[in-house]
T-cell receptor, first 109, second 111 residues
């Protein structure tokens, strides 16, 4: 079945450093979503990418969807303490989404 | 709008007991899904529904049943609870292949 791998599993950065998490699917995706989950909370939607090679920006966050629609990345520029949490990608097929294992980000002030 | 609501927030069961986790949404979303979240495993899809009367299995359906008699409600039934079902359960809803809205979760412990 479809698998979605995400790396790294953990990342500790100093405040102000950049951060990137990568997502790879075993199958071609129709779209990919990214979510953020704060400790003790529920996943909150960040963005959805649909087109091959698509790049979207939200302030300090940059999202990319690979040309083959099998991989994606989330890059955060100049991390802040408010960026702490776990970031998940979710690969979309026809009707359902398979989540990656997530990258837990800690930001040291 | 309340969004996606889940009850209960916490539950402790004994092995072999059955129970139903409730999920409701007031956004008239077609799609609803149940996920479980275990440490280091991300969110795994249990069952999903693309509309009232239509359900299908996800990645880890064994030991769980669902039904979708209305657009608003999507209950998850544990038939005979096992310690392996100790987890945090999230319900989510969305329009067709759109942003998923998650409920606050139910933390279940099976002894």
């Amino acid at each position: 079945g479809q698998q979605v791998m995400q790396i790294p599993q953990y990342q500790h950065v100093q405040e102000g450093e950049d951060f990137t998490t990568y997502c790879n699917s075993s199958t071609t995706l129709s779209n990919i979503q990214w979510y953020k989950q704060r400790p003790g909370g529920h996943p909150v939607f960040l963005i959805q990418l649909v087109k091959s090679g698509e790049v979207k920006k939200q302030k300090r966050l940059t999202f990319q969807f690979g040309e083959a629609k099998k991989n994606s990345s989330l890059h955060i520029t100049a991390t802040q303490t408010t960026d702490v949490g776990t970031y998940f990608c979710a690969g979309g097929g026809t009707y359902k989404y398979i989540f990656g294992t997530g990258t837990r980000l800690k930001v040291l002030a | 709008n309340a969004g996606v609501t889940q009850t209960p927030k916490f539950q402790v069961l004994k092995t072999g007991q059955s129970m139903t986790l409730q999920c409701a949404q007031d956004m008239n979303h077609e799609y609803m899904s149940w996920y479980r979240q275990d440490p280091g495993m991300g969110l795994r899809l249990i069952h999903y529904s693309v509309g009232a009367g239509i359900t299908d299995q996800g990645e880890v359906p064994n030991g769980y049943n669902v039904s979708r008699s209305t657009t608003e409600d999507f209950p998850l039934r544990l038939l005979s609870a096992a310690p392996s079902q100790t987890s945090v359960y999230f319900c989510a809803s969305s329009l067709r292949q759109g942003e998923q809205f998650f409920g606050p979760g139910t933390r279940l412990t099976v002894l």
